[in-house]
């Protein structure tokens, strides 16, 4: 993994590409992880905190920009209380299943915008036969 990361970081700095300016096509997750993203699209346009939380694993994490870290599916609850709403449109760019432990590297848009407001990566557990999310890291594009 190591060497795949500094290739890629050696092409850019010697080619010159500006990253930011990459378009990234969304990926096809398998049809477990996809009920996972719809279920969270679902779920935040109901504005329904206790169901948002049902995806967490109990010891599970959101970490937001301009928030204290949440731990725990109770806590997390909380915190999506008086939030949500719209339609949120989770794309994933990137995901990778071993074993019980997967991730998904995505970006996210409300309604029918076609550019990302802005990025996120999940962290999931496989629990009792049912992926749930462990991590919850977003942040939103820059408007400059």
């Given at each position: 993994?190591?060497t795949?990361?500094t290739v890629?970081?050696?092409?850019?700095?010697?080619?010159?590409?500006?990253?930011?300016?990459?378009?990234?096509n969304?990926?096809?997750?398998?049809?477990?992880?996809q009920?996972?993203?719809?279920n969270?699209e679902t779920?935040?346009?109901?504005?329904d905190?206790?169901?948002?939380?049902?995806?967490?694993t109990?010891?599970?994490f959101?970490?937001?920009?301009?928030?204290?870290l949440v731990?725990?599916r109770e806590?997390i609850?909380?915190?999506y209380e008086?939030?949500?709403?719209?339609?949120?449109v989770?794309?994933?760019?990137?995901?990778?299943?071993?074993?019980?432990?997967?991730?998904?590297?995505?970006g996210y848009?409300?309604g029918?915008?076609?550019?990302?407001?802005?990025?996120?990566?999940?962290?999931?557990?496989k629990?009792n036969?049912?992926?749930?999310?462990?991590?919850d890291m977003d942040?939103?594009?820059?408007?400059?």
């Amino acid at each position: 993994m190591y060497t795949k990361f500094t290739v890629l970081a050696a092409i850019l700095f010697f080619v010159g590409i500006n990253a930011s300016a990459q378009e990234i096509n969304p990926v096809e997750l398998p049809e477990d992880l996809q009920q996972v993203l719809t279920n969270y699209e679902t779920h935040w346009k109901n504005s329904d905190a206790k169901a948002l939380a049902s995806l967490f694993t109990e010891d599970g994490f959101i970490l937001r920009p301009g928030h204290d870290l949440v731990k725990g599916r109770e806590n997390i609850q909380t915190s999506y209380e008086n939030v949500g709403g719209g339609d949120l449109v989770l794309r994933a760019y990137d995901y990778s299943v071993q074993g019980n432990l997967a991730y998904i590297i995505g970006g996210y848009t409300y309604g029918s915008r076609v550019k990302d407001m802005g990025k996120y990566t999940l962290t999931l557990k496989k629990i009792n036969g049912n992926w749930l999310i462990h991590s919850d890291m977003d942040n939103g594009n820059s408007t400059n």
